[in-house]
């Protein structure tokens, strides 16, 4: 008998499944950040998870590949971040560890706020050619979460690996919702136990 759990699973709040439904394409790319905030803002208002979404999608046709949310507090594990779930969710749909063997330039990453340092550790290895966010590092830690030691130019460090960036699309919106968060008394959860 062992003395760990040899099977880690999670699972993604029941909303998600409605809201995602009649969506199969979203062909103009900020209306796929508009999609990502919407569901950052479900997650709070269904106190689900934390306030961030990503999605994966095709670049160019717009196929919604993933959606994940936030879900560190909710299924108590410091790796279900919104970018974490949405790769995880892509790899496995797809058969692959390695979205870009698949096309080298398929795949973008949506998401409502930039990378922290965990998921930009994450996205060169996972295959992805894009990464479009929304709310800034300095809006995240605003409302008091810890994004972790990062690069000072993380969008040099993800194209130096040949991953392009777009950033602050939408920004506002995505500040919204962590606003949001905390006027709905989000929990604040960080390393140190807050």
Request: hydrophobic letters at 40%.
């Amino acid at each position: 008998m062992s003395i760990q759990s040899n099977t880690i699973t999670f699972s993604l709040p029941d909303w998600i499944e409605e809201y995602i439904k009649d969506i199969e394409y979203i062909k103009d790319r900020t209306q796929r950040m508009g999609f990502v905030i919407e569901a950052s803002r479900h997650n709070v208002v269904h106190k689900t998870g934390g306030p961030f979404a990503a999605a994966i999608f095709e670049k160019e046709s717009g196929k919604l590949i993933s959606l994940g949310v936030n879900l560190v507090a909710s299924q108590n594990l410091s790796i279900l971040h919104a970018e974490m779930v949405a790769i995880t969710l892509a790899q496995k749909r797809l058969g692959t560890y390695d979205l870009g063997s698949l096309n080298p330039d398929e795949y973008e990453l949506v998401t409502s706020t930039e990378p922290c340092a965990m998921c930009l550790g994450a996205i060169p290895w996972s295959g992805l050619s894009l990464v479009v966010s929304a709310a800034t590092d300095s809006d995240a830690r605003a409302i008091g979460f810890d994004e972790g030691v990062k690069v000072d130019d993380w969008k040099k460090a993800l194209l130096c690996s040949g991953i392009d960036v777009i950033d602050e699309l939408q920004r506002k919106g995505a500040v919204s919702v962590l606003e949001l968060y905390i006027e709905k008394n989000g929990k604040i959860y960080n390393s140190d136990g807050s």
